[in-house]
């Protein structure tokens, strides 16, 4: 077993952390393979290494050594002696280099005694091409064979990905092969522009194939780090490439080597430059990092940009087959939209910004689909349960018409007839009432209330502040409490008798507290069969509120307006038969949904004054029925809607925030 004081460092000039992976490496091969060099083991060990080793585990051979051996103790021994003695071979290839610089004696490591230093070769371009042989054969790819099989097998089980990049996926809540296809790329940086050194403009960012010329390293501000100056031609001019704190890269640009790099042109001395560009070895294989639209996924930490990328580029490589095209093809051709394996790997590595933006197209497409269809089951189960048809009382309604001052516009009297004929259904009505301030919304959801009063039922309207809900106390009390509805004989005196007048001292107290409770004054106290309004407030005090429940409950009370106070499990109703809620956007699907759970599937209404998202959500998907108030009545100022952006305000205000300050000192 290797103790921590046992370990060396390969190179001096590599980043050093806390473990020196070549010698542990070298150990374990020499051990067997038997997973022995280190505890508690090879993958542990690995895993922490490469969150420690920062730039190094972005070079290709570092990246491709560590995905060869990735879940190593789960390999049986002679795939370990394979991949290792691999894996092996690429970390020596980063120390063989045929420029000056590394023909200089190398300082030996301290106390090596188990491992040599591998010599250079004679040919620095024939160590150069054996590396990119190397590459090819040892491709992730290649040496895996990585197969995908099912969609819903977990990251941590391909050899690929390994656990620490699992659990850092894990983090973005990406947890199985069909998670990591739909982990887009939250933006893209754009080297697809290949140009030639001579033809370079200033400012613009370029990507260009180069020829490694020289390479030497110089001093940086930081006298604890030094920086890499790469002189590169590709035989119309030369550039000078600059890498800072990255001394240990040197190695990687031997001169003959062919590279590709991305970046923004500067000029400095009079000649061209990029300062740490994006690169990689130039192969005949498809670029990943370079030379095109580069996708930029979310991170998190213990996940790195290039290894996530080559990552995400082999898993969509080898499992977008065995996604499902769900859209017949005549909707795709009709739709002119790309096929769901297709637009996945586009997506994710597109070949051209017109194609990226096709793939987004269908993707979104998809989506929005898929909401649609969830909105309509939604309503499918909701107005699949059976209701309570109520009958329409003509009476009662013209009761109504007699107490108004003015007529009802005709958009009024359209939606009317659009809730009336709900309501007569055996299921339970859907509605969206949409019209601007002053359009007459309120009075639209008190004739629905009236209805469904004048068929034994209660209502509630829910508003979502008590101001608000004061408002709507008032306006329908006032207008209501002299409409006449039927009453059942069981629960009515005769009209002509004063009831009170046969109340004892106790029942005329109580009635007096529940007239007190729920704000209904001696002026618009309801007529013997007027329509009786209450307000629930959610500062009563613990008795207050126990009696205002008990009248609700009992079904003394006809209509209850509140707020959220109305949500609340104690608030209990006899039967109630109609919701309505004003400012629906205000509130969430399950607060809705909670205030529907008060009764047997009770008809509902909801009101907004303004085309918001979520309402032309609710009724464009199909969520909602919709009645739209597209008239004022007589009188009326228009309404005018504007979209202002947040640097009109001062603009459309005519005051900045400093002139503001001002007054309100002044004030």
């Known amino acids: 077993m290797i103790e921590r004081n046992d370990l060396v460092y390969a190179c001096d000039d590599c980043p050093r952390p806390d473990y020196p992976a070549g010698q542990v490496l070298a150990q374990e091969q020499r051990l067997g ?32 050594a560590l995905t060869l051996l990735l879940n190593y103790g789960l390999q049986p021994t002679p795939i370990r002696q394979e991949r290792l003695a691999q894996a092996l071979e690429l970390l020596r290839s980063l120390f063989r280099s045929g420029d000056s610089a590394a023909n200089e004696p190398a300082e030996q490591p301290a106390t090596n005694h188990h491992e040599p230093r591998p010599s250079a070769p004679a040919s620095a371009s024939k160590a150069s091409s054996a590396t990119r042989q190397r590459s090819k054969a040892t491709s992730p790819s290649a040496s895996t064979g990585m197969t995908i099989k099912q ?56 990507t260009m194939v180069v020829t490694v010329v020289n390479v030497r390293t110089f001093p940086t501000r930081n006298s604890n780090s030094t920086g890499i100056e790469v002189e590169v031609q590709d035989g119309s001019g030369v550039l000078k490439v600059v890498f800072f704190g990255s001394s240990w890269m040197v190695k990687q640009f031997t001169p003959g080597r062919q590279i590709v790099i991305s970046g923004k042109i500067s000029e400095y001395r009079g000649m061209y430059q990029m300062s740490s560009p994006k690169w990689e070895p130039f192969t ?25 990328r080559m990552v995400i580029k082999q898993v969509v490589d080898a499992a977008t087959p065995l996604l499902e095209e769900y859209l017949p093809e005549p909707v795709r051709q009709r739709q002119q939209l790309l096929d769901l394996h297709e637009a996945i790997r586009q997506i994710h590595f ?19 689909l898929f909401i649609q269809l969830g909105v309509l089951q939604r309503r499918l189960a909701w107005q699949g349960e059976m209701g309570f048809p109520l009958k329409v009382d003509q009476a009662v309604f013209d009761r ?10 005709n958009a009024q009297e359209r939606a009317i007839g659009d809730i009336c004929t709900d309501i007569q259904k055996a299921v339970p009505m859907a509605r969206l009432l949409q019209g601007d301030v002053g359009s ?26 008590q101001i608000l809900a004061e408002q709507h106390h008032r306006g329908l009390q006032k207008l209501l409490s002299k409409v006449q509805v039927p009453r059942s004989a069981s629960s009515t005196n005769d009209p002509t008798t004063d009831w009170k007048a046969q109340l004892t001292p106790a029942q005329q107290q109580e009635l007096a507290d529940i007239k007190r409770l729920l704000d209904i004054t001696s002026e618009d106290e309801p007529t013997h069969d007027g329509v009786r309004v209450g307000l629930l407030k959610g500062n009563l005090g613990k008795r207050d509120r126990r009696r205002v429940l008990e009248a609700i409950e009992q079904g003394n009370v006809d209509l ?15 039967s109630l038969g109609f919701i309505c809620i004003d400012e629906q956007h205000r509130f969430g699907v399950e607060q809705r949904e909670r205030l529907k759970q008060k009764g047997f599937n009770p008809h509902m209404l909801v009101m907004t004054a303004t ?5 032309l959500t609710l009724a464009i998907y199909g969520d909602l029925d919709t009645s739209v108030l597209d008239e004022l009545p007589p009188g009326r100022q228009e309404i005018k809607t504007r979209w202002i952006r947040s640097f009109e305000r001062e603009k459309r205000t005519g005051i900045s925030a400093a002139n503001s300050m001002r007054v309100a000192r002044r004030l």
């Open 350 to 368: 597109p070949d051209s910004q017109a194609i990226c933006d096709e793939a987004r197209r269908r993707l979104g497409f998809d989506e929005l």
């Open 33 to 64: 393979c038997e997973d022995s060099a280190i505890a508690p083991s090879l993958d542990d060990f690995l895993e922490s290494w490469r969150d420690t080793a920062r730039d190094a585990s972005d070079l290709p051979e570092v990246n491709q």
């Open 151 to 206: 969609l819903d097998l977990p990251l941590e089980q391909l050899d690929l990905v390994g656990r620490t990049a699992a659990r850092s996926f894990k983090r973005l809540g990406v947890h199985t092969v069909a998670d990591l296809l739909y982990h887009f790329p939250h933006r893209y940086d754009d080297y697809s522009t290949q140009n030639q050194i001579a033809n370079a403009e200033v400012g613009s960012v370029q």
């Open 284 to 308: 005949d294989d498809e670029l990943i990092h370079t030379g095109r639209l580069v996708p930029v996924h979310p991170l998190t930490r213990g996940l790195h940009e290039r290894n996530a």
């Open 400 to 409: 109504l018409r007699s107490q108004l001052p003015f007529a009802l516009t």
């Open 440 to 465: 007459g919304k309120t009075l639209v959801a008190a004739a629905s209330l009236l209805q469904v009063i004048a068929n034994g039922m209660q209502g509630a309207l829910m508003a979502p502040t």
């Open 611 to 615: 085309p918001i998202p979520r309402s």
């Open 560 to 574: 209850v307006v509140g707020t959220h106070a109305l949500l609340s499990e104690q608030v209990q109703f006899q």
